[in-house]
């Protein structure tokens, strides 16, 4: 008998369906894998299940037993914890406050909060994951990306009386973690899962999900396509149940060889985290950075972008020199970033995407330089739509309302609605589907084809290889070497990071 059976879950959002009819079952000791491009309806099936939305038709049991799951209370009395995609945080609380949200606090005599249980226990659930290294005292807002997304997930294993966790539900969990962390969250799945209990996974890196997972369901355009054994299915049969089609090639090939010309160099840089570097991208080039985690790699663009502090001997784009003057001067000159965070750092969610798209050139799109024309801008944003093979209803559609795929895709629009020379980007496919991942590459392919150098930052390995021409080492904020990615395999590429490998500069 099933742990968790949902049948007939639909739910349709001002007419548009988003479930149809999907149907999804979940064994006791299993880790299960929920997989669809973004838009496919993965996050609103969890956020049914977690008593957040209510679905317009759902057939729930839980081992054997009719549920109606009506409130997120009610999911937890049920033993459901959730681990969702968006980073829910309250920057101003401490480590410990955020894994005790929605909970209630410990008390003494009934009335103070006990500060040290607090804090202990929170110790104790991010020792489940072996977090030694934070404190929970420390506030929210002093961690790095990744560091909460483990509080986060952390929170997850916080042991509470009379509730016990039967199935943790987790959404993109390692979109920000580092490899390191990411298998120290497996082990903890797996013990779950040797413990009896069960893990709904959600994640859109197919290697993770084929070495972690045992079953799979696939959603595509809200219906459930096919659920089965991973043992059975290759991943190639996996990305053409999702997709609907076989996708011949991860990565497109580039249609030409990278200029001789030098499009952007810089010597000496020194900024805050990074030792001094320079390093020089030439037309049509990619340019990778790798490294482990905290090496530089956020540092460096943003000191290339002007949002950080920083001093060169010489900075030089499409051969004349240029003088830093912070991100405004950047998107003027040249140089375009898509940043890490789409949600937090790219997008103004409540806004239209024609704004959004518009937003970092206003002026060009302007009357006289004063007066905005919505019309004109409309019609831009729409043209670099199609461009970007963004799916929307209309530029008017506020960025908040698309899937995360199409979100960064606006964010590339943006990038790009002022032809940019340097494009630099940071984690651009994070917590990005396969199909949306081949437009993206397709994108970045047509603007190096057009001349546009690239800088790429990405802990995706194959990514880094199958994109780039070459790649830049950086360890302890120092560049340590540059190679052709060109026949470079994954396991040279992270001895190189770690310093264990040195090659001949390319």
């Given at each position: ?7 007939n ?19 006791p ?42 409130s ?13 995609q968006?980073?829910?945080v ?9 894994i ?7 008390k ?23 977090i030694?290294?934070?404190d ?11 560091d ?6 952390s ?41 009896g209990g ?9 290697d ?5 997972c045992d ?6 355009d ?32 580039p ?6 010309e030098?499009?952007?160099?810089v ?8 030792k ?18 905290g ?17 060169a001997?010489?900075i ?12 405004r001067?950047?998107?003027q ?5 898509v ?35 919505p019309r ?20 008017d ?12 895709k ?21 917590g ?32 880094l290889?199958g ?9 302890d904020?120092?560049?340590t ?5 060109h026949?470079?395999t ?6 190189r ?10």
């Open positions: 008998m099933p742990f968790l059976a949902l049948n879950i639909s739910k349709a959002y001002a007419g548009v369906p988003a479930l149809r009819s999907a149907t999804l079952s979940i064994e000791a299993e880790i299960h894998a929920l997989m669809g491009e973004n838009g496919a309806g993965k996050s609103t099936l969890i956020k049914i299940l977690a008593g957040v939305v209510a679905p317009d038709t759902a057939g729930i049991e839980i081992e054997g037993r009719p549920t109606t799951i009506d997120p209370a009610t999911a937890h009395r049920l033993g459901l914890r959730f681990i969702h968006e980073m829910n309250v920057p101003a609380l401490s480590v410990a406050e955020n005790f949200i929605g909970r209630r606090y410990p003494r005599f009934g009335i103070l909060v006990d500060w040290a249980k607090l804090e202990a226990t929170a110790r104790q659930a991010l020792e489940t994951l072996g030694t290294h934070i929970p005292r420390t506030r929210m807002a002093r961690l790095s990306m990744g909460q997304m483990l509080v986060r997930i929170s997850a294993f916080l042991s509470e009386p009379g509730a016990p966790a039967r199935l943790y539900v987790m959404d993109e969990p390692t979109a920000a973690l580092t490899a390191e962390e990411s298998e120290r969250l497996f082990r903890v799945l797996r013990q779950i899962r040797a413990d069960s893990v709904l996974y959600v994640s859109h890196r197919l993770e999900v084929m070495a972690l079953r799979a369901t696939v959603l595509r809200g219906k459930s396509i096919d659920s089965g054994s991973l043992s059975e299915i290759t991943h190639d049969d996996l990305v053409a149940m999702m997709i609907g089609r076989k996708v011949e090639e991860a990565y497109p090939k249609a030409a060889a990278p200029s001789s030098v499009a952007f160099e010597e000496n840089l020194r900024a805050e985290g990074l001094p570097l320079s390093l020089s991208v030439r037309k049509g080039e990619i340019l990778g950075i790798a490294g482990l985690a090496a530089g790699q956020r540092e460096l663009l943003r000191a290339l972008f002007g949002d950080l502090p920083m001093s001997s010489a030089r784009l499409g051969g004349e020199t240029y003088r830093p003057g912070g991100p001067r950047a998107w000159k040249g140089i375009a970033y940043p890490r965070e789409r949600r937090s750092e790219g997008l103004v969610l409540t806004r239209p995407i024609y704004e959004n798209v518009t937003l970092a050139h206003l002026t060009d799109r302007s009357i006289a330089g004063t007066l905005l024309n004109h801008e409309r019609q831009f944003a729409a043209a670099l739509g199609e461009s970007v093979k963004l799916k929307a209803r209309s530029p559609q506020r960025a908040l309302e698309l899937s995360g795929g199409n979100q960064q606006v964010v590339f629009a943006k990038a790009l609605s002022g032809n940019p020379k340097l494009l630099l980007l940071d984690e651009p496919t994070r990005v589907d396969v199909g949306a991942k081949f437009d993206i590459y397709t994108i970045i392919r047509d603007m190096t084809a057009k001349g546009m150098a690239v800088v790429l930052v990405s802990s995706d390995l194959p990514e290889i994109m780039c021409d070459r790649i830049a080492i950086l360890r904020g120092a560049i070497e540059t190679v052709d990615a026949g470079l994954e396991e040279d590429l992270i001895n990071c770690y310093g264990r490998a040195t090659g001949v500069a390319a």
